[in-house]
């Protein structure tokens, strides 16, 4: 039987950089479900598609196949043979993959390769629905969050050392936003799953946060 670590949790918490550092410490594979369907967003926008069309979004997953390599232990997202991984952190890209990720054909074309990945590697796979609906049987479950100010500010920052100059209030408006989609689509919306256990890192470090995780993984054994 293969390990899992679900990590769930909304937009900004901390999620991808928690789950990178755990996977480094214990040998697992980090799984960013967040990028696959950040791969599907650029799909429809290279296909140039609005998000609320529904049916030509459908018919359009037929097409797409969407697989994942690692380069030097860090996750590529393959797009119909093309390595996107570069672009897939944009904002409209973002906000794209928040909005049509509502929808059910969109989420089954993933699952089902989260699933594989799952049962073929030990891995801690961050998302909003893994510990509720991917990987309901995972072995930890944890639900990450922080409040909106924190999670805004933590992004400005991380904007501002790339050297892009944004706006905090545009910022946690987005993030507001984002929450309110994820946490009520009807399919697999993010919710804290009933096993899961909850840290707010919102006053927390990531070492805490990363032994907190690893004590809580002890207690599982
Ligand atoms: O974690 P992220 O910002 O890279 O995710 C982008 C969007 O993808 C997010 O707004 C909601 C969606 N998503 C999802 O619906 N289910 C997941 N397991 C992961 C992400």
């Known amino acids: 039987m293969k390990y899992s670590i679900a990590i769930d949790g909304p937009a900004g918490a901390g999620k991808s950089t928690i789950a990178k550092e755990l996977a480094k410490k214990l040998g697992y594979i980090y799984v960013d479900t967040g990028a696959m369907y950040r791969a599907m967003a650029l799909y429809f926008l290279r296909l140039g598609l609005c998000a609320d069309q529904h049916a030509a979004i459908a018919e359009s997953c037929k097409n797409v196949r969407v697989a994942i ?26 906000r794209m993959a928040s909005a049509t990720s509502i929808y059910p054909e969109v989420r089954m074309k993933l699952v089902e390769l989260q699933r594989e990945l799952a049962a073929e590697e030990d ?4 998302g909003r629905d893994i510990g509720t609906y991917v990987l309901p049987n995972a072995n930890v479950k944890i639900y990450l969050t922080a409040s909106v100010e924190t999670r805004a500010n933590r992004r400005y920052l991380e904007l ?12 946690k408006k987005d993030i507001e936003e984002r929450d309110y989609r994820d946490k009520n689509r009807e399919f697999a919306p993010l919710l804290q799953a ?12 990531v070492e805490e946060v990363i032994n907190s995780i690893l004590t ?6």
């Open 194 to 205: 009933e096993d899961a256990v909850l840290l707010d890192t919102s006053d927390m470090t």
């Open 160 to 171: 501002k050392e790339k050297g892009i100059e944004s706006n905090y209030e545009e910022i």
């Open 69 to 94: 390599e690692y380069l030097e232990g860090v996750q590529q997202i393959i797009l119909n043979g093309e390595n996107v991984t570069a672009f897939l952190r944009e904002e409209e890209v973002g």
């Open 123 to 126: 891995v801690i796979m961050d």
């Open 216 to 221: 809580i993984k002890e207690k599982a054994k």
